[in-house]
């Protein structure tokens, strides 16, 4: 493995950071990929699940944190942020069923708020419990995930492990786009 341990650590955290601030880049998927480097990196697998995990919600709380504090300063606090792009935050938000810091929780099951750092300044959410919700979501989810890949990992063959963790994962993903797709339209819907 070229990267070691050291580097697929860092490289976990900065697809999460980048999938946080910038753009969705598929955490969950990466998050599968990697646990089943185990065997390759000779690491206990629950380590390396903790690992990926904690790593993870780093990447994910540094991510958010420094998408808020872009958005809060350069924007926010000096009168730049564009009132179309706040409007149609503001609206977005009026629609779902949560309208907090409570809503990073239900984006970890579907895909509510993207870019969710800059919803916490436009918001004026709190940024300690926001950033919370970031990690308990985040530990919930992705230790959830790699507990399902460790246990196809011991009851089918490694090969298989990974098919049915990923094929769970792209079911996952799709389930949560087509409930926040659904939901979206049903609130345009109503009158």
């Excluded at 998927?29 to 780093?58: K, Q, S």
């Excluded at 000096?78 to 409570?102: C, H, N, Q, Y």
């Excluded at 009851?155 to 094929?167: I, V, Y």
């Amino acid at each position: 493995m070229p990267l070691g341990l050291p580097g697929f650590l860092v490289a976990m955290f900065l697809i999460f950071m980048v999938d946080a601030a910038i753009f969705p880049a598929l955490p969950e998927l990466f998050v599968v990929l990697f646990f089943f480097l185990h065997e390759g990196l000779a690491v206990d697998p629950a380590l390396w699940a903790i690992a990926l995990t904690a790593v993870g919600v780093l990447g994910d709380l540094a991510g958010n944190f420094v998408l808020y504090s872009f958005v809060h300063r350069a924007l926010i606090k000096r009168g730049k942020m564009p009132r179309a792009i706040e409007s149609a935050m503001r609206r977005w938000t009026s629609f779902l069923l949560v309208r907090d810091e409570r809503v990073i929780l239900l984006n970890r099951i579907a895909p509510a708020v993207p870019l969710t750092g800059a919803f916490i300044a436009v918001h004026g959410w709190r940024l300690r419990l926001s950033l919370a919700y970031v990690a308990i979501g985040g530990i919930v989810k992705y230790g959830a995930l790699l507990a399902l890949a460790g246990w196809f990992g011991i009851t089918l063959p490694p090969d298989t492990a990974l098919f049915a963790t990923l094929g769970f994962v792209v079911a996952l993903i799709a389930a949560s786009l087509l409930l926040a797709r659904y939901r979206r339209r049903s609130v345009e819907t109503t009158p």
